[in-house]
């Protein structure tokens, strides 16, 4: 998907979800991004150049993998997201599924990664895999990990969305919006981190920053 036509898609959703909150409710969310921004999480999670930590997980054809393993095959993009409940990470989900033989040419392997269990896993292609992040074990050790303060909690239990029971955990935490690229010497080639859940690496742009890794 082009630049410009995922941007709009997000500005359409956006556009969409404020019009439709309530404004108590927008403020909460608000005040989360702006409390996420002054505690600096965009800076204290793992940078550019830093060694990425090995995680183990089971493939959709049932071969146990760990990340460091599938290193050695090539790059490996790695994208967090918050669940399939929320309509920017399905509208993500679908983007990246739309690149997914650009990566298989370029000799890339694409995880996605969320606290919530992967649903309808049968259709995807190959070479992309949904991974059940327990706990947020994953995004922890990636630094990108916050947890729900009294106010957005209530919110979300006000929609009906209980994270605790969608996540099989007693812990009301989530990864914020998250898309790195892997270099075959374990390292961050590149980073998209937003505290933002608004906010997307856009697929087109992660094609571009991938060619410095596979020639």
């Known amino acids: 998907m082009p630049l410009s036509a995922f941007l709009d898609k997000l500005a359409q959703l956006r556009a969409n979800n404020c019009e439709n909150l309530p404004t108590p409710e927008l403020?909460?969310?608000?005040?989360t991004v702006a409390r996420l921004r002054r505690e600096g999480l965009q800076g204290k999670c793992l940078q550019v150049g830093e060694t990425a930590p090995d995680f183990s997980f089971e493939t959709h054809a049932g071969e146990d993998l760990r990340l460091y393993?599938?290193?050695?095959?090539g790059p490996v993009v790695l994208n967090f997201f918050r669940g399939f409940w929320c309509p920017y990470c399905k509208t993500e989900l679908d983007a990246y599924e739309n690149i997914q033989d650009e990566l298989d040419r370029m000799g890339c392997s694409?995880?996605?990664?969320?606290?919530?269990?992967p649903v309808d896993i049968e259709n995807l292609p190959s070479n992309y895999q949904v991974i059940f992040d327990r706990d947020n074990a994953i995004a922890h050790s990636f630094g990108i990990v916050y947890e729900l303060d009294d106010a957005e909690r209530e919110l979300?239990?006000?929609w009906g969305l209980m994270l605790d029971k969608v996540n099989e955990s007693d812990k009301w935490e989530l990864p914020v919006?998250?898309?790195?690229?892997?270099?075959?010497?374990r390292t961050i080639g590149y980073?998209?981190?937003?505290?933002?859940?608004?906010?997307?690496?856009c697929p087109d742009q992660l094609i571009a920053e991938l060619k410095?890794?596979?020639?």
Not at 69 to 73: K, N, V
Not at 212 to 215: A, I, V
């Open 69 to 73: 393993q599938l290193l050695e095959r």
């Open 156 to 158: 979300f239990q006000g």
């Open 212 to 215: 410095s890794f596979t020639g």
């Open 177 to 185: 919006p998250a898309t790195f690229i892997l270099a075959q010497d």
């Open 110 to 117: 694409y995880l996605a990664v969320s606290p919530q269990k």
């Open 27 to 31: 403020a909460i969310l608000t005040r």
């Open 191 to 201: 980073e998209y981190v937003d505290v933002d859940f608004r906010a997307r690496c």
